[in-house]
């Protein structure tokens, strides 16, 4: 099928998104709560573009409009550009620190300082939440609503039941969720509030805290593992790399007969 994007003719599979097709042609749509590996959402609403279907125009999020027949597509007019610096000026008042806002805001002149900061630490993109579902562990959801929402746990409380793999913290887009690691405890931080707690087990060589305690059969059937190997589940990954070192350097002196010097070297 042929679509018309930005007035060049480019093939496109029915069913791919305006999103999917204008990146294979390597035109750049601005996106915030989009990562290919999740559903899309349409949170953010920066990926808007103007979909000519005849005489009809509209504007669409491209990266949840799948292509069904044959369409021109515009990504870059003066009306979307205004639309996305409006839009950027208010995400940044939600999240007046995020480098992300910032990049975006120079491509598209927004004013930074043209509303008052709200610091509501989170763009309510929803990544967090949906890669929270997609790995099973259903911590994080979005409460409230309207100007309210936000990204909660159950009831308010600090999760217990979270497997504190950071995948939140890694996906958030303005970095508003950390992962802190205490004591013998992995704290998890999101937009401020404290969401989980997880205890660490102990590396059964150097006894320090390293990992979380947790159910793996939930994260390898997930994963599709057969099974994680039980090493690396009891030692840290520091203690993992010496004994995985020192076992190469035992298998070279074996090699070339070479006698191992007491402190650990070859004479
Ligand atoms: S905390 Fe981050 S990832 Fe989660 S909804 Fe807010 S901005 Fe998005
Ligand atoms: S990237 Fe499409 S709405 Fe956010």
Redesign the pocket.
Known sequence: MKVILDGKEVDAEAGRTILEVARANGVDIPTL?HVPALEPAA?CRLCTVELVEGRRSRLVTACNFPLRGEVEIKTDTPRLRKGRKVLIELLHTR?PDSVVLKELAERYGADLARFPDDNK?????????RVCERIGANV?A?SGRGVEI??NTSFGRTARHCIGCGA?AQ???????RIRDEEAERVVI??GREAARIPLRPCSSCGKPFGPVIDLSLVMERAGEAQVPAFNLLVCPACSRRSHARRLAERHFEQYDIEPAPGGGAE
């Not at 996906?171 to 969720?177: A, F, L, N, Y």
């Open positions: 709560c949170m999240c630490d989170c763009v309510v993109c929803g990544l967090c939440v994080l979005l936000r990204v939140c996906i958030c887009p303005v970095e508003k969720i999101v937009c």
